[in-house]
């Protein structure tokens, strides 16, 4: 088994009462699924 590594990039999450009411990830080049697929040597379709 390999291991696979994604860039760190920024979460933020918002709490209203005892609920989380939103969760923000920044966009980072590189990480996400895409991040995976691109190590995986996977070619992203064309948007």
């Known amino acids: 088994?390999?291991?696979?590594?994604?860039?760190?990039g920024i979460t933020t999450v918002t709490i209203e009462?005892?609920?989380i009411k939103s969760v923000r990830v920044a966009k980072?080049?590189?990480?996400?699924v895409?991040?995976?697929l691109?190590?995986?040597g996977v070619e992203a379709?064309?948007?």
């Open 1 to 8: 088994m390999k291991a696979r590594a994604l860039k760190v």
């Open 17 to 19: 009462g005892e609920k």
């Open 28 to 32: 980072v080049d590189g990480g996400g």
């Open 34 to 36: 895409m991040g995976i």
């Open 38 to 40: 691109s190590q995986l």
């Open 45 to 47: 379709p064309p948007r």
